[in-house]
């Protein structure tokens, strides 16, 4: 097996056994810069939440998209807001979002096999 068809085959058993949510957060005006400084924090920090298999933040001038991947990511997204020492990692968000967050689940996938 080619290490081409190994890398779509581990691809399309990992999107089957991982729950993905995508979380939306509106960005209120002139805060991109606070938002990319939290961004390059999280890159930098030495703990990430072992909840998740996957984090991926996407960034625009008016939006946050939160990509979170692993088992039970939907689940886990919750506890971390309910959580009052967890939540710490999104209370610096918290003020950089013009309303509330929007949990959007995964309703299909297509993979290349």
Not at 1 to 23: C, F, H, N, P, Q
Not at 49 to 58: A, E, G, L, N, P
Not at 62 to 87: I, K, Y
């Amino acid at each position: 097996m080619s290490s081409g068809t190994r890398l779509r085959v581990k691809r399309a058993e990992y999107a089957g056994t991982v729950d993905r949510v995508i979380v939306l957060g509106r960005l209120k005006a002139g805060v991109r810069e606070r938002a990319e400084q939290l961004i390059a924090d999280e890159a930098a920090a030495d703990g990430h939440d072992d909840q998740f298999d996957r984090v991926t933040i996407f960034l625009s001038d008016t939006e946050v998209v939160f990509l979170l991947e692993g088992a039970n990511a939907d689940e886990s997204f919750r506890a971390l807001l309910d959580d009052p020492v967890r939540s710490t990692r999104i209370s610096p968000w918290l003020p950089l979002f013009d309303g509330p967050l929007h949990a959007v689940r995964e309703a299909y996938s297509w993979a290349s096999a």
